[in-house]
């Protein structure tokens, strides 16, 4: 294979979701595992709701799932050379005028269906003489433009559903321009992709009827036809679609809550794949694993509850310098930090987390002592200074010896009396990062 260019092509109309990663990740991964480009191009040719401050969202949205792309466009920068091709396809006449308005043609749609017929176009336009179009637009009205398309059956072989088809005889010439001017979808991004150079189209699957009519559009100009791959979309566990509209998915959602990006890409690809749903900590990993041949022609059912299983396993596992930026904005102090992440990651589902602890290790904390007597003993054999990952072993042995205690009743008492909290990270690491001044303090009731 030659170094693909593949294309991720949001509408700049609302923030990304996690429905939406999936395309934007399997993209990129596909030009990582195969040594390609990236491509980011805005879908903004609904100039009524595409904004920048959406598309500068995005932007924010990718990097966070740790995807830079090799280069960045607009499509409304681009209408002059979508006007071009329009212009090519009406003189070649695939492109012709309509002038049917929605009441009129939704009428007809409900007249076929009433007599058993399937609801397509019929093609009335083509019928219609110059003097015809001259009166229509006399009375106002303004033609929106259909691709013919050819009664034929479009084939391609998927990336990910092997050998597709879709019969062309079964669809209505479908609109590319509106009655205002403005292009529907369909036809910047065939002139884009092609314009550009996309090799690999990979996008879901409910645009596998588009990819019948793209095909013949790429065709019609003499471009060459890209290869496809449809995957199967997300859907939420009820089988319902993923939307904008689901904010607590959207990605700065999920950032927002703490969420890692790594977590959130081994879901979003994982997830209705022949690969068992698991953590993978980097790109370059998740590349290696995913396949567009073992993608599952059923839908993939996101569970965000399996985040969390996801988020805490690869918490558990990050090294210090993942973590270092942030334990610092929680208020670690820098010489101390490494150390406390190291004793207190094991116990984390989201790196936030780790301020909790931190608060218990700064102080103060409200001593929980039940037993003042077993207290006052511990105290009594605790060690000098100075402390490191083996005075815990140290003292509880001297404190086992001293009180007869073992086990729980050894160890709950001490953590009980040092933190305030039944439950916590293995007091081994904890207990030289609060110091024996603060200990002291704490098992005198201070």
């Known amino acids: 294979m030659t170094a693909p260019l593949v294309r991720f092509a949001p509408s700049p109309t609302g923030y990304l979701h996690i429905g939406n990663a999936r395309p934007a990740l399997l993209n990129a991964l596909f030009a990582l595992r195969h040594g390609g480009r990236f491509l980011l191009r805005l879908d903004d040719t609904d ?11 995005i932007a924010e949205d990718l990097a966070w799932l ?34 049917e308005t929605q009441d009129e043609l939704e009428r007809r749609r409900r007249r076929q269906l009433g007599r058993g017929q399937p ?5 009335a336009a083509l019928e219609l003489t110059e003097a015809d179009r001259a009166a229509l637009e006399a009375e106002g009205r303004r033609p ?15 990336l990910v559903r092997g050998p597709a088809h879709v019969d062309c005889a079964s ?31 990979i996008r879901g699957e409910d645009h596998v009827t588009n990819t019948g009519v793209q095909v013949q559009i790429f065709e019609a100009l003499g471009h060459p036809v890209p290869v496809f791959g449809h995957h199967n979309l997300l859907t939420t566990i009820d089988g319902e679609g993923l939307s904008k509209r689901l904010g607590h ?24 794949s022949a690969e068992a749903v698991r953590a993978v900590a980097t790109m370059d990993e998740l590349a290696a694993l995913t396949d567009l041949a073992q993608i599952s022609r059923a839908p993939a059912k996101f569970d965000p509850h399996e985040l969390d299983g996801l988020n ?25 930090a490494e150390a406390f992440w190291l004793a207190v990651r094991a116990n984390l589902a989201k790196v936030a987390e780790a301020g909790d602890w931190w608060r218990v290790v700064a102080g103060p904390v409200t001593p929980v002592v039940p037993d003042p007597g077993f207290v006052a003993a511990a105290l ?11 005075t815990w072993k140290v003292w509880t042995g001297a404190v086992k010896a001293a009180t007869g205690a073992k086990g729980k009743a050894l160890f709950m008492p001490l953590r009980l009396a040092l933190t305030g909290l039944e439950h916590g990270p293995d007091l081994a690491g904890l207990l030289p990062l609060i110091g024996r001044e603060a200990v002291v303090a704490r098992l005198s009731g201070e």
């Open 47 to 57: 100039a009524e709701r595409s904004t920048d401050v959406f598309a500068d969202a």
């Open 171 to 201: 669809l209505s010439d479908p609109v590319l321009i509106r009655a205002d001017g403005s292009y529907l979808y369909t036809l910047p991004s065939v002139v884009d992709d092609a314009e550009m150079g996309v090799t690999h189209v």
């Open 249 to 272: 998915l959207s990605l700065r959602g999920l950032r927002d809550e703490g969420f890692e990006p790594a977590a959130v890409r081994s879901l979003a690809v994982l997830t209705g």
């Open 380 to 390: 009594a054999v605790l060690p000098p200074a100075p402390w490191d990952g083996e």
């Open 66 to 99: 740790g995807i830079v792309p090799d280069l960045v466009a607009r499509q409304s920068d681009r209408a002059a050379i979508h006007d071009a091709a329009a212009e090519r396809l009406k003189a070649m006449g695939r492109l012709y005028p309509a002038y």
């Open 312 to 336: 805490a396993r690869l918490i558990h596992a990050m090294p210090y310098a993942q973590a270092s930026e942030r334990l610092l904005a929680l208020g670690v102090p820098d010489d101390r």
């Open 144 to 158: 929106h433009w259909r691709f013919r398309l050819d009664h034929r059956s479009v084939t391609w072989t998927d």
């Open 119 to 123: 609801p397509l176009y019929d093609r």
